[in-house]
Nanobody
Framework: QVQLVESGGGLVQPGDSLRLSCAASGSMFSIYVMGWYRQAPGKQRELVAQITGGGNIKYADVVKGRFTISRDNAKNTLYLQMNSLKPEDSAVYYC????????????WGQGTQVTVSS
């Protein structure tokens, strides 16, 4: 079992930065493929970025060059550094954990709201 708790969301202006954190409880955090998803009103949940236990990273095209995903296995924590935020980045951001052989995440956090508005 893995429990995930996100933090760091908020209301910011276009061009600002935010750093999301996801604290994970449970064992063997380092083996999970960790991800950040987001869901805006009326839209499907979409993958923003993911990172494997070995550090392989994938980003959605719309956030490449602006967002950085990282993990600290010693602290059981996942991060998402978001720079140059745009209004279209507004969404609820969810942390996820997926066993490497599974195709979809098996664990989700409760989500944290990010709103980018002037």
């Amino acid at each position: 079992q893995v429990q995930l708790v996100e933090s760091g969301g908020g209301l910011v202006q276009p061009g600002d930065s935010l750093r999301l954190s996801c604290a994970a409880s449970g064992s063997m955090f380092s083996i999970y493929v960790m991800g950040w998803y987001r869901q805006a009103p009326g839209k499907q949940r979409e993958l923003v970025a993911q990172i494997t236990g070995g550090g392989n990273i994938k980003y959605a095209d719309v956030v490449k060059g602006r967002f950085t995903i990282s993990r600290d296995n010693a602290k059981n924590t996942l991060y998402l550094q978001m720079n140059s935020l745009k209004p279209e980045d507004s969404a609820v951001y969810y942390c996820s954990a997926r066993r490497p052989l599974n195709s979809v995440p098996g664990y989700w956090g409760q989500g944290t709201q990010v709103t980018v508005s002037s």
